[in-house]
């Protein structure tokens, strides 16, 4: 027992003063006189003892009473902290996007437990922390606390539960002798993450609190692309998915430039996708978005898109004119060059997106340099021997990309009969797989025995006649047969096209059409005009200098963390515009499906679920109040009191 005034205690010694009062007690006797005393002097006796212990009585009554009085007075109570270690609360507050969607008051759930918290929270010196999907703050009193979570707003990129465990461990280990109460207050979303138990720490207490939501309902707008690119039209679709919910007539908006371009809408059953279509002109370059509305979640309902301006390829090819590359590579689509091995310069090869080795029969060691250079930092290459090769130099190039080696060279007749639909070399290439197709053949083979290759074409013995060799971001590309031959039917097949437009399609990061927030994304700007200057993402009042990394007239830029809100952001330097780029919330948390934790009730003593915030606050706050124990002392003091007057009343001298 524990006294909150103790001083009040030193009042004890006014206890002697009955004592002193019972011992020292004068009273005047007056005397009686009687005839015959005789028959009194055994009453006598007995009277006097049974006044004795009623005195006696009645003085402990007393002094009891007043100790009582005195001990209320100083506050007495029992702590129920026993080892009398300090305490620190951590919360977890989920501020994702999710965290939008509607609670049963009506409310969203961030601003709901922002409330709750400030409203039910302890006002005392407690030591706070405050962990969000963006920040840690620790150390916090409650007035800090409070200006804390006043200013949490919601952030697009979500934590992983267990990260944020993680970093509650790392403040334990910081701190020994504190007991740590956790409350995670979060909807436990399965892509958040599903608690692992080696994550919880035995030395703290945990509190979960499943944030109530209404029926997990929602409409989303998950993605764009474009499809049937003919000449001067092209078709735009989007893919709108309905979570839980019904719904009929939904209204779905196209805009362009901020221009409302088209409406259509559209009904869906719970847990269906449909897809949107619009038909609009090809242009120099498009911006805009589609557009829904739905109460439940903000954060999807709008989908920005920008379709950069058209860029044609850079493709030389060293060695003869062929006219079958000059029929794929047309002016309208790709700038195309043909060169000589004699007129190479490093410079020119650094300039291009695509190099074609067309049948060269030697390659030089600068030349071979030189496209070791060029597959590292710039685009693919593609490797087409002639008949009279020198193997020793081919060797030489495919060795400095540490990719194996030609065996050998052999005249035989071979029929290329399989193509590797599941590649993603040829996504896009082929609606279905093609059974009745006239494969191409040849009568020259070159052997090799090549490292990390993985075949797109066969011939009838399983062996590549088309490999592709990664190195770096970029690809090589061997073909293990000259095409120019008479008996090479290779160029006259259907499948030349489509191959060889994405050995340049495939040399360099795709331009999308938007970017997911929080992902890491990679693009690259190609321009002739690039300054010193570094690159700049703008959208109104808002500007980022974004990671980035130049290479000739290419500049590599790497998002992340930045920008954070939705839109259309513009590349720029100081003097020139660049491209724009179309950013958007990550659509994962768009369907509300939640992880069971409930188990962890049960396989751990300190893990405890409240279906609210107020629940939780209140039962930690009440499993720390000091049990308080003035109010018994003072009914004490009263029983004393009553046992005194019961005394002087019946029990007789």
Do not use: C
Not at 326 to 340: A, C, P, W
């Amino acid at each position: 027992m524990q006294f909150k005034n103790p001083e009040i205690l030193f009042f004890l010694f006014l206890l002697l003063i009955p004592i002193l009062i019972h011992l020292f007690h004068l009273q005047k006797f007056r005397k009686v006189p009687f005839t015959n005393v005789k028959f009194l002097k055994e009453i006598e006796l007995e009277t006097r003892k049974s006044s004795k212990l009623k005195k006696l009585l009645i003085l402990l009554t007393r002094l009891l009473a007043l100790a009582a009085i005195i001990i209320a007075f100083s506050q007495p109570y029992i702590n129920k902290n026993k080892t009398n270690s300090a305490y620190q609360r951590i919360i977890y507050l989920d501020n994702s996007l999710s965290m939008q969607a509607k609670d049963k008051t009506g409310g969203d759930r961030l601003q709901t437990n922002k409330h709750i918290l400030i409203e039910r929270l302890a006002k005392n010196d407690h030591s706070y922390t405050l962990v969000t999907n963006d920040k840690t703050q620790e150390n916090l009193s409650y007035s800090l606390l409070t200006k804390a979570l006043l200013s949490v707003d919601f952030y697009p990129i979500k934590k992983d539960i267990n990260q944020v465990l993680l970093e509650i461990n790392t403040l334990k280990k910081q701190s020994r002798n504190t007991l740590y109460e956790v409350f995670l207050i979060s909807d436990f979303q399965s892509i958040n993450g599903s608690i692992e138990s080696e994550y919880l720490n035995d030395e703290n207490n945990y509190y979960l609190i499943p944030s109530p939501v209404k029926p997990l309902e929602n409409i989303s707008i998950d993605s764009v692309w474009i499809t049937d690119s003919k000449d001067q039209n092209f078709k735009i679709k989007s893919l709108i998915s309905s979570h839980q919910m019904r719904i009929s007539d939904l209204s779905i908006s196209l805009f362009l430039e901020d221009n409302l371009y088209g409406k259509t809408t559209v009904s869906l059953q719970p847990n269906e996708t449909k897809e949107v279509e619009f038909s609009m002109p090809s242009t120099k370059a498009i911006n805009g978005r589609f557009s829904l509305t739905d109460h439940r979640l903000n954060f999807d309902n709008n989908l920005f898109f920008s379709i950069p301006e058209k860029v044609k390829p850079k493709v030389l090819i060293i060695g003869s004119e062929q006219d079958y590359l000059k029929r794929i590579y047309r002016e309208d689509d790709f700038i195309l060059n043909f060169i000589n091995s004699s007129q190479i310069e490093h410079g020119i090869l650094m300039d291009q997106n695509l190099i074609i080795l067309n049948e060269l029969d030697e390659l030089s060691n600068a030349l071979i340099q030189s496209l070791k250079t060029f597959v590292e930092q710039n685009g693919n290459l593609v490797i087409i021997p002639s008949a009279e090769s020198d193997i020793i130099s081919y060797n030489n190039l495919i060795g400095t990309f540490h990719s194996g080696k030609i065996t050998g060279k052999t005249q035989r007749f071979m029929r290329v009969n399989t193509i590797n639909y599941e590649h993603p070399f040829f996504n896009g290439v082929f609606e279905k797989q093609i059974f009745n197709f006239q494969y191409p053949t040849t009568s020259m083979v070159f052997e090799s025995d090549l490292n990390r290759a993985s075949s797109l074409l066969q011939f009838e013995d399983q062996k590549g006649f088309i490999v592709e060799i990664p190195f770096y971001e970029n690809k090589i590309y061997w073909i293990a047969s000259p095409l120019s031959m008479v008996d090479n039917s290779f160029k006259d097949s259907p499948l030349i096209v489509p191959v060889f437009l994405n050995f340049s399609s495939q040399n360099s990061l795709q331009k999308s059409l938007y970017y997911s927030i929080g992902q890491k994304n990679e693009i690259t700007v190609n321009s002739e005009s690039i300054s010193d200057q570094p690159l700049k993402m703008t959208k109104l009042d808002m500007e980022y200098i974004p990671l980035q990394s130049k290479r000739n007239t290419q500049i590599n830029i790497i998002t992340q963390e930045f920008p954070l809100l939705p839109g259309i952001y513009t590349i720029t330097d100081q003097q020139n515009t660049f491209q724009k780029l179309a950013y958007n919330f990550n659509r994962a948390e768009s369907n509300l499906i939640l992880n069971n934790l409930k188990e962890l009730e049960t396989q751990h003593a300190n893990v405890q679920f409240f279906d609210s915030t107020s629940d939780a606050i209140k039962e930690v706050n009440d499993s720390h109040k000091n049990q308080n124990l003035w109010q018994l002392f003072i009914i004490l003091a009263l029983v004393f009191l009553i046992l005194e007057i019961l005394l002087q009343k019946f029990l007789k001298n």
